[in-house]
Nanobody, 119 residues
Framework: QVQLVESGGGSVQAGGSLRLSCAAS????????MGWYRQGPGKQRELVAA???????NYADSVKGRFTISRDNAKNTVDLQMNSLKPEDTTVYYC?????????????WGQGTQVTVSS
């Protein structure tokens, strides 16, 4: 199993910056994709950004040019630098990773961290 621990988040004014970090630990053979989703009350979960072990990156259109995802494969960590934050970025952000053990591929999720952007 893989456990994900998130840190960062908090409250900031519009135009400000925050950084989210996520560390994976546990027993696994490999971790492929790591990334971040967000989900507000009554809304569908939205992929914010993802990065593969090979460095391929995908961003939601709504965050392109403002958010930057990075990863340390040796430490099994993924960070999300969020700049030029907008009130509509306010919601809970969840770290996730796709990993392999000795059986089928699995997905693990972090506990979620709140990001609040005030106007």
């Amino acid at each position: 199993q893989v456990q994900l621990v998130e840190s960062g988040g908090g409250s900031v004014q519009a135009g400000g910056s925050l950084r989210l970090s996520c560390a994976a630990s546990g027993s696994f053979f490999s971790i492929n994709t790591m990334g971040w989703y967000r989900q507000g009350p009554g809304k569908q979960r939205e992929l914010v950004a993802a990065i593969t072990s090979g460095g391929s990156i995908n961003y939601a259109d709504s965050v392109k040019g403002r958010f930057t995802i990075s990863r340390d494969n040796a430490k099994n960590t993924v960070d999300l630098q969020m700049n030029s934050l907008k009130p509509e970025d306010t919601t809970v952000y969840y770290c996730y990773c796709n990993w392999r053990g000795i059986t089928n591929p699995m997905t693990s999720w972090g506990q979620g961290t709140q990001v609040t952007v005030s106007s």
